[in-house]
């Protein structure tokens, strides 16, 4: 399928499925330590929600469940076997919504679908008020969407044909300047262009440009291109797409550079041999903006598109989500913030923990990516990503 691109493929041993890319989920596992799995099958359940499944990335034995706290599922692992095969679906025989809604959840699908606001899987029953796919990624060192989807045009088309059935509401593609993209004929797909800097590539950029929420109890759902791909791979092939692109960067990295890799795949396999200092950081994101991974999570993420390593001395000790230091305002900050968005309000109203402020000030649109960039920006240090999330959690129990 991407055979034109002539990306490097790396092979490892174990990959996993990660509790925290789930939020909202109270998991049921389906298998236990030492079961085989075939690929694409029904690994997870949501214990509440029980239409929502959540499948094995790879075939393999269970080798590991970790848990943490509060028995909180941090990562199911899997020693991988990829002579178990995967689980084969039938296209659904009608294409209404009910039976193309069973499908999606049948298969998994549905679970890579996130709402805004709160980041959640949406509800099976829900309706939203748009649909948007981001075709676009501008975090620095990331892998170019361009070339991928259209190596895997077909499969991308017949995905969003698909989705764009399940619901009475537009879907938008969010796609870069001079990539044209163009479906079959249809008054629900919009195809929208967006420039700019990191923040062009964000769903809460297109999310307020396209379809504000947060005063009216709405939602949206956003998807990601990769996984419109594995979509219409299913569609098209009856079996789930079991790899990814991903780019590898930062300091430590001695040779950067994007990679095709299992779903899932266990990073410290992955870094072997690619980097420069064994004290490196190892973060899910871009080396500017990217996340420090815990030693049990070192797993790819549902949606993470890039990996990197960075020199010990080049990340902070700590990840505060809060800081004593002061908020300076600055110009800087005003450049990164996301479109629409007051950038020293939000900041201060999501340091005082003022909720309602930050409500009010465009937090139900936003999620910890899009406020990566004042973090980093900040003579504060703060962590304005977790600060969010403490907000959003509180506006999702009143709501």
Known sequence: MLESLNLETRNVSRTALLGRDYRG??????YAEGDQVQAGA????DVRRRDIRICAPRAGKIERIVRGPLRRL???QIEMDDDLGSVSHENPSNQDRGTLRRFLLETG?????????????PHPDAEPGAIFITALDNAPMAPEPRPIIDACLDEFRAAIALLSAIS??????????????????SADIHCVPFSGGYSAGLPGTHIHALCPIGFDGGEVWHLGYQDVIALGHLLLHGAPWLQRVI?????????????????????????????????????AGSPIYGRRLAASERFLGARQRQISALEGAAVDAGDAASS?????????????????????????????????????????ELDEEDLAPLSHACVSGSDYGSLLRRVLEQLEGAH
Do not use: K
């Open 247 to 283: 780019s590898l960067g930062g300091n430590a990295v001695t040779n950067p550079r994007s990679l095709l890799l299992p779903v899932g795949a266990s990073i410290d396999e992955v870094l072997l041999g690619e980097l420069s200092d064994s004290r490196s950081a190892i973060l």
């Open 168 to 185: 009475a509401a537009p879907l938008y593609v969010c796609h870069a300047p001079g990539h044209a993209l163009t479906f079959t004929e």
């Open 42 to 45: 029904v690994l997870l359940r």
């Open 74 to 76: 941090v990562a199911v």
């Open 109 to 121: 699908v549905w679970s890579s679908l996130r709402t805004r606001p709160f980041d959640n899987i």
């Open 324 to 364: 004593n230091a002061p908020l300076i305002p600055s110009e800087q900050l005003e450049r990164v913030a996301p479109p629409g968005i007051y950038a020293v309000p939000l900041m201060r109203a999501l340091q005082l923990g003022d909720v309602e402020r930050a409500r009010q000030l465009g937090a139900l």
């Open 25 to 30: 989920v109270n998991f049921e596992v389906m």
